[in-house]
């Protein structure tokens, strides 16, 4: 086989980053789960990751409480990447975690050549701070509106109309996450099935249209838990 001009093709990059909720509603059992759930989750992203090789999958993590920040900065190659366990406390600034995301997402700092980024939010509560104005930064970058954005509601007091705004899609609600074993199960999707797809060829030629989300496969049902189970 000759060898294509000027190499092999580089493979192009695309961004997953986890937006926490670490308020102290999150503080226990939540937040001790999420951060097993993610660990548990990280060998079968690695995996889904390797099995595109023309994808090259970074992950970054935002957490928020009482302002928000980034818990890892920097884009790591999911294949070095390690979840850092993430504590609860304070309030529910979202929408500031939505603005420091819409920042890294602007067109002069995102590569032109990459794949859609997936977004995904955490969130158990209300956000208390104006939440309104982190997605209107979000979806004014071309990258925003471009990306698979999901979100998982963790137990019955979240707020699933701010993350329905969100995602912004008719056809995709909220994962409702009421229980460890849930929540487990919907981080491994997001992790794998969704990671799959946003890498897959389908998502590859919709790049001239950045309004719009790429294929996604159905979520996993939800399965019936005890009473005393739920969060």
Not at 115 to 142: E, I, K, N, W, Y
Not at 178 to 190: G, H, M, P, Q
Request: charged share 25%; net charge negative; with cysteine.
């Amino acid at each position: 086989m000759p060898k294509l001009p000027g190499g092999p093709l580089a493979r192009r990059p695309l961004h997953f980053i986890w937006i926490v909720d670490c308020s102290s509603s999150m503080h226990g059992e939540k937040i001790q789960e999420l951060n097993t759930a993610v660990k548990e989750a990280l060998p079968y992203m690695r995996q889904a990751a390797a099995e595109n090789p023309n994808a090259e999958v970074k992950v970054r993590v935002v957490k928020f409480s009482t302002g928000a920040s980034w818990q890892v900065a920097n884009p790591v190659p999911v294949d070095k990447f390690l979840w850092e366990d993430l504590e609860a406390n304070g309030v529910t600034d979202m929408g500031k975690a939505l603005q420091i995301v819409a920042e890294q997402l602007d067109s002069k700092i995102m590569p032109q050549r990459a794949l859609p980024p997936v977004l995904v939010l955490l969130s158990d509560g209300q956000p208390t701070d104006d939440v309104r104005v982190g997605l209107r930064d979000l979806m004014a970058q071309p990258w925003g509106k471009k990306a698979v954005r999901l979100a998982i509601a963790i137990g019955g007091d979240a707020e699933k109309s701010v993350l329905q705004r969100f995602i912004g899609h008719p056809e995709l609600e909220p994962l409702q996450a009421n229980n460890a074993e849930s929540l487990v199960r919907f981080i491994k999707w997001v992790s794998t099935a969704v990671l799959k797809a946003a890498s897959s060829p389908a998502s590859q030629t919709q790049q001239g249209d950045r309004s719009a989300n790429v294929p996604l496969p159905p979520p996993p049902e939800e399965e019936d838990i005890e009473e005393g189970d739920v969060w």
